[in-house]
């Protein structure tokens, strides 16, 4: 449930709009309760346009809508985040954002992967690579580390840098699965490396 404080903004609320995946923020609107409720039905991101007096979804013109994943409001109730998943360019200049900046991901991008693969441990879906790996236990992941890491290194030792970082991003995701597999994350790493650094 979002107890939202519409009056305090004379019946509009900021919301930021962030991408899911990698963390960029892609802008900012106004919501009224209209539109927050809409946008909780539909959940396609839809704002309150102070010019035009009136609501509008995020890409019904263009098609690049902004699907919700998660709605979040601040402690004094009155700015929402909204974590989404955009179709494409996010801003009226054909720009990533409005701020100008690429969406590509960065390192935030180990959060979601990391909180991917914890939910394959926790549901264990049929299908899933990852669920066929936490099944065959933490021998065979361990060695599937090993084997990534030799063909990295084959990898980093020729010519195609496309093919070597395809190969490290295997070896990366694979001691995820097995960092997960052992009850911790990709963070408790950085924590190692970061308190090494001091």
């Known amino acids: 449930m979002h107890d939202i404080d519409f009056e305090k903004g004379n019946g509009l609320v900021p919301a930021v709009i962030q991408d899911f995946r990698t963390k960029k923020v892609l802008m ?56 989404a998943k955009p179709d494409g360019p996010v801003c009226h200049t054909g720009k990533d954002t409005c701020f100008d900046q690429e969406n590509t991901a ?52 020729g010519d195609d840098d496309e093919s070597f970082l395809n190969e490290a991003a295997d070896l990366v995701y694979h001691l995820m699965v097995l960092l997960t597999q052992k009850g911790y994350e990709i963070k408790d790493v950085a924590q190692v490396l970061s308190e090494r650094h001091k």
């Open 106 to 157: 960065g390192i935030d991008f180990f959060d979601h992967l990391q909180a991917v693969i914890k939910d394959r441990k926790g549901k264990m879906p049929e299908g899933s690579y990852t669920t066929k790996l936490f099944e065959k236990g933490t021998g065979r992941i361990a060695q599937k580390v090993g084997e990534e890491a030799v063909e990295t290194v084959i990898g980093a030792l």
């Open 28 to 83: 900012l609107g106004f919501m009224n309760r209209e539109s927050f409720e809409k946008t909780k039905e539909t959940g396609l991101v839809t704002f309150y346009s102070r010019s035009r007096k009136s609501i509008w979804t995020k890409g019904e013109t263009s098609g690049n809508y902004l699907h919700v994943k998660e709605i979040m409001v601040d402690c004094d109730q009155d700015t929402l985040l909204i974590m």
